[in-house]
T-cell receptor, first 113, second 112 residues
Framework: DVKVTQSSRYLVKRTGEKVFLECVQD?????MFWYRQDPGLGLRLIYF???????EKGDIPEGYSVSREKKERFSLILESASTNQTSMYLC????????????FGDGTRLSIL | SQKIEQNSEALNIQEGKTATLTCNYT??????LQWYRQDPGRGPVFLLL?????KEKRKERLKVTFDTTLKQSLFHITASQPADSATYLC???????????FGPGTRLSVLP
C-alpha cells in the first residue's frame, strides 16, 4: 500500500512566520500535489510537481512556494503566513501511468493566529 | 473555466436504502472519473475509477455510472450502513493527473 506521510497533523503559527509543511511518499511516484481544503470550497490545488526540482502552479499559488529536492519529498512553504491561510492542507502522490488514483496523506490542520 | 458540481452538500438516508450521489461537470473532457471517500480529519481515499468509454462499474455494494453526453456520473451505495457515513468526492482526470479536478463533495449520513 502507498503511504503518504505529512509531518504534522496540527500546527499553530503566528502571522508573518515562515511555515514549512513536509510530505513524504514511499512508492517512488513521479507526481506530488499540495491542496488546501476549506468548507464549501472543496479541494483546491496549490502546486504540483511531476519530477524532482520541477514544479507547476495550481489554482491558488499566491503566498506559497514549494520544494522538491528528492523524489519522495515535497515541501510546501508559506513565505509569510497570514490568517487567511488557516486551512487543512493535504498532500497527495500519483504514479503508475494514466488513470491511477491519487494517494493522500491525512492532512495538516494549520492555524495562523 | 472547468467546474464540477455534486448534487448536494449533505444527504441523509435511512439504513438499508440505496444512496445516490451525483457529479456534474462542465468545460472538461475527462479520460477518467474517480470517486473518493473522506472521513473527518483524514485524507480522501480512492474507491472507484471509470473510464470515458465505460458506462458502468461495480465494486461490492458500490456502483458508478458515467454519461459523457450528459457530463454526469452517478455513485450508488446499495444496502447502505451507518459505516458508509462520510464525505464522497468525485474527481476528473484528463490523462496523466496533471489536470486533476475535484468536486466539492457530498456529506452522506446513513441513519440507523
Amino acid at each position: 500500500d502507498v503511504k503518504v506521510t505529512q509531518s504534522s497533523r496540527y500546527l499553530v503559527k503566528r502571522t508573518g512566520e515562515k511555515v514549512f509543511l513536509e510530505c513524504v511518499q514511499d512508492m517512488d511516484h513521479e507526481n506530488m500535489f499540495w491542496y488546501r481544503q476549506d468548507p464549501g470550497l472543496g479541494l483546491r490545488l496549490i502546486y504540483f510537481s511531476y519530477d524532482v526540482k520541477m514544479k507547476e502552479k495550481g489554482d491558488i499559488p499566491e503566498g506559497y512556494s514549494v520544494s522538491r529536492e528528492k523524489k519522495e519529498r515535497f515541501s510546501l512553504i508559506l513565505e509569510s503566513a497570514s490568517t487567511n491561510q488557516t486551512s487543512m492542507y493535504l498532500c497527495a502522490s500519483l504514479g503508475g501511468g494514466p488513470g491511477q488514483p491519487q494517494h493522500f496523506g491525512d492532512g495538516t490542520r494549520l492555524s495562523i493566529l | 473555466s472547468q467546474k464540477i458540481e455534486q448534487n448536494s452538500e449533505a444527504l441523509n438516508i435511512q439504513e438499508g436504502k440505496t444512496a445516490t450521489l451525483t457529479c456534474n461537470y462542465t468545460n472538461y473532457s475527462p479520460a477518467y472519473l474517480q470517486w473518493y471517500r473522506q472521513d473527518p480529519g483524514r485524507g480522501p481515499v480512492f474507491l472507484l475509477l471509470i473510464r470515458e468509454n465505460e458506462k458502468e462499474k461495480r465494486k461490492e455494494r458500490l456502483k458508478v455510472t458515467f454519461d459523457t453526453t450528459l457530463k454526469q456520473s452517478l455513485f450508488h451505495i446499495t444496502a447502505s450502513q451507518p459505516a458508509d457515513s462520510a464525505t464522497y468526492l468525485c474527481a476528473l482526470d484528463d490523462n496523466y493527473g496533471q489536470n486533476f479536478v475535484f468536486g466539492p463533495g457530498t456529506r452522506l449520513s446513513v441513519l440507523p
